[in-house]
């Protein structure tokens, strides 16, 4: 079975400063799909950033970018010129690219932003 | 719709009451998921489902949960005789199809049993 974890309960970071937060995965497939979401207070889950497994590069999306190292089972998100806004919790998440294609979530980051 | 909407958006209910969780995922979109949040944890997968099918139920954790999905739209979840444990915030997310990699969530329905 498929798991991740994030080894970090929380961390901070002072605005317009950079943070990188960490997950690792254990799979046997080949192929699949990571995530990084992102919930406010709201509760609202939003895409952050994703990557397919197959590609090499590693995703980015403004001012995050993630470094995917497959052989380590390793995927980390930056997040650059941290914004108040970027205050959230943050999750990594698993998915197949097979079978019922259900996502496995980490245990989540939270993230403060120190103006 | 233009989101995934769920209601009700917070429930205070009795130990021992049964309760239903409402899911309305966006129009059109084919794969629906049922997460549960406890106090301080990651999202725990409860059932999945393709049109009004659900081909993975692994993660409903006792025969009181149920689910069900009408005319390939909107989801109900069930909780029968709900316990304290059963208090936390279940969140539902729906995909255009099972392919697809994005899933949209709802803001969830945070469940309170006392």
């Known amino acids: 079975a498929q798991t991740v974890t994030q080894s970090q309960p929380e961390m901070s970071v002072q605005e317009a400063e950079t943070v990188t937060l960490s997950c690792t995965y254990d799979?046997?497939?080949?192929?699949?799909?990571l995530f990084w979401y992102k919930q406010p207070p709201s509760r609202q889950m939003i895409l952050v950033i994703r990557q397919e497994a197959y590609k090499q590069q590693n995703a980015t999306e403004n001012r995050f970018s993630v470094n995917f190292q497959k052989a380590a089972k390793s995927f980390s998100l930056k997040i650059s010129d941290s914004q108040l806004g970027d205050a959230a919790m943050y999750f990594c998440?698993?998915?197949?690219?097979?079978?019922?294609?259900?996502?496995?979530f980490g245990t989540g980051t939270r993230l403060k932003v120190l103006a | 719709g233009a989101g995934v909407s769920q209601s009700p958006s917070n429930k205070v209910t009795e130990k021992g009451k049964d309760v239903e969780l409402r899911c309305d995922p966006i129009?059109?979109?084919?794969?629906l998921y049922w997460y549960r949040q406890s106090l301080g944890q990651g999202l725990e997968f409860l059932i999945y489902?393709?049109?009004?099918?659900?081909?993975?139920k692994s993660g409903l954790p006792s025969d009181r949960f149920s689910a069900e999905r009408t005319g390939g739209s909107v989801s109900t979840l069930t909780i029968q005789r709900t316990q304290q444990e059963d208090s936390a915030v279940y969140l539902c997310?729906?995909?255009?199809?099972?392919?697809?990699?994005?899933?949209?969530f709802g803001q969830g329905t945070r469940l309170t049993v006392v």
């Open positions: 489902f393709q049109g009004n099918s659900a081909p993975d």
């Open positions: 799979t046997s497939e080949s192929d699949y799909y």
């Open positions: 129009s059109g979109h084919t794969a």
């Open positions: 998440a698993y998915r197949t690219t097979s079978g019922t294609y259900k996502y496995i």
């Open positions: 997310a729906s995909s255009a199809n099972r392919g697809d990699t994005e899933a949209f």
